[in-house]
Every structure is written in structure tokens, then in C-alpha cells.
């Protein structure tokens, strides 16, 4: 037996046993809508859990990928049984975050005409033979695809690697999906390290907590300065009430005129 066909029994065989590994958890579906919550459970067994048995509810396993989609389901479905909302309604949500996604999937799967027509207009008609050919048009080019990746990696790997060379930079371009994550990395993942760095390094220790330490630093010299005169005499705290009372009478008769000191003009 070659090396290839060596090769390709190994490949048919890894694909078939990663298919019937997954086969007993695929099950049919008619609508997306019927996946809203059916999110699986999962027992944690790699934590002290004490007496307990621990499930957490994969709620990410949701269309959207959050648990989001189960109230905009039932706000829309509740709308629509009490006649607030009907085809040809508009859903209106001030989000920016998960609850728009899934009002966005549940308004637009069920058949409200207009629910994005503001931003896109009204759809394109499209019959049913332009539809079906669509279809079985991107049907064969799914099996096209597969039959050739079919026959160059499992059947003649030689041949992998022969385009490979012979293509040169055309492939190492593609096989990098077109350095679209490398540009995103230099462009924004890096930039945003950095930043966050000097945020963690600088200015968090050095202008936030200096900041905060300075004021505590502040009160705590000016407590040790009055600690001073906390005695715990009866007479020390009469004299210095004593002297404060005096320095208010002057105050306010150098402001009404009496003393040589005029205040406030």
C-alpha cells in the first residue's frame, strides 16, 4: 500500500468516525425560532461542588448566541397576540446590544413585512425558478468544492502540493485569507494592547491612584497636625473655644466699624 492511499484511508477514516461522534447530537428542525432556549445543559465535574450536582445552561448555544433571544421572542410574540404588532409592523428597539440582535432574528425569520425596509428599502421580488436555480446553483458549487478538495487532499495528496509550488504567492495569499487578520491585528489589536498597557501601567498607578493616594496623604499630614492640640484637656479646649469666640467678635467688629480695621470696603 502507497503512502497516499495509506494517507487517504487515514483521512476517510478520521472524517467518518468525527461523523458519527456528531451524528447523535444532530437532530431536524423546521423553524430557527424552535432553538430559542432549547440550549443544552452541562454538568461541571472539574469543580468542588460539594454535596451538589453543578449544570450550567449553555444559553450562548441560542441563534444569536444569547440568552437575549428568549425575551425578544416572547415581546414579539406577546405584540403580536394582542394586536399591537402585525405584518407590515415596524419593531423599534433603542439597543445597541443583545436584545436588538434577537429582536432583529425573531422580527425578521416570522413574517413582518417592513421590519428593515427604513434602512435597506423593500426587497427584491425573487420567483420561485430564479430561487431554485439559485439554490441548486450554490448546491453544486458546495459539491464541486468538495469533490475537488475530495480528490487533492485525501485521494492524491501529491497534488497538494504540487499547486502549492506551482502557484507560489497566489496561495500563500489565500491560505492566509488574504492577511485580513494580520491587518486587523497591526491596525487594532495591537494599537489597543498598547493602550491598554499604558492605561494599566501609567495612568491607572500614577494618575488615578496618585490622585487618590495625594488627597488621602493630604488629610492624613493635616490629621497629625491637629492631633496636636487634642490634649485631652477640659481647660486646652476652653482656651482655644475661648480664642475662637474672641477672633469671631473681632472679625465682625472690624467689619461693622468699630475697630481702626475696616473690612469688606
Known amino acids: 500500500m502507497g503512502k497516499a492511499e495509506a494517507g487517504a484511508r487515514s483521512v476517510k477514516g478520521q472524517m467518518l468516525h468525527l461523523f458519527r461522534r456528531t451524528l447523535p447530537s444532530v437532530y431536524l428542525t423546521r423553524s430557527v425560532l424552535d432553538l430559542i432556549g432549547d440550549t443544552p445543559l452541562i454538568e461541571v ?40 404588532l402585525a405584518p407590515g409592523g415596524t419593531i423599534v428597539e433603542a439597543t445597541a446590544g443583545n436584545t436588538g440582535l434577537g429582536l432583529a432574528l425573531v422580527g425578521g425569520y416570522i413574517p413582518i413585512a417592513s421590519f428593515l425596509s427604513p434602512v435597506f428599502g423593500q426587497p427584491a421580488e425573487v420567483g420561485t425558478a430564479a430561487f431554485w436555480g439559485l439554490a441548486g446553483l450554490t448546491l453544486a458549487a458546495s459539491a464541486i468544492g468538495f469533490a475537488i478538495a475530495y480528490v487533492i487532499y485525501a485521494r492524491r495528496p501529491e497534488l497538494a ?31 489597543g494592547l498598547a493602550l491598554a498597557r499604558f492605561l494599566n501601567d ?20 493635616e490629621a497629625r497636625e491637629f492631633r496636636l492640640i487634642q490634649t485631652g484637656r477640659v481647660s486646652s479646649y476652653a482656651l482655644w473655644t475661648l480664642g475662637g469666640a474672641i477672633g469671631v467678635v473681632l472679625v465682625v467688629a472690624a467689619f461693622l466699624g468699630y475697630l481702626p480695621v475696616r473690612l469688606g470696603g
Not at 453543578?54 to 444569547?66: D, I, Q, Y
Open 45 to 84: 465535574t472539574r469543580i468542588d461542588r460539594g454535596p451538589c450536582r453543578l449544570f450550567l445552561k449553555l444559553e450562548s448555544a441560542n441563534p444569536s448566541g444569547s440568552l437575549k433571544d428568549r425575551p425578544a421572542r416572547t415581546m414579539i410574540e406577546a405584540a403580536e397576540a394582542d394586536g399591537r
Open 161 to 191: 502540493v504540487a499547486w502549492r509550488t506551482r502557484l507560489g504567492p497566489i496561495h500563500t495569499l489565500v491560505e492566509h485569507k488574504y492577511y485580513v487578520d494580520e491587518l486587523y491585528d497591526r491596525v487594532f489589536v495591537r494599537p
Open 202 to 221: 501609567i495612568v491607572e498607578p500614577r494618575v488615578i491612584d496618585g490622585a487618590v493616594n495625594g488627597v488621602a496623604d493630604f488629610f492624613l499630614l
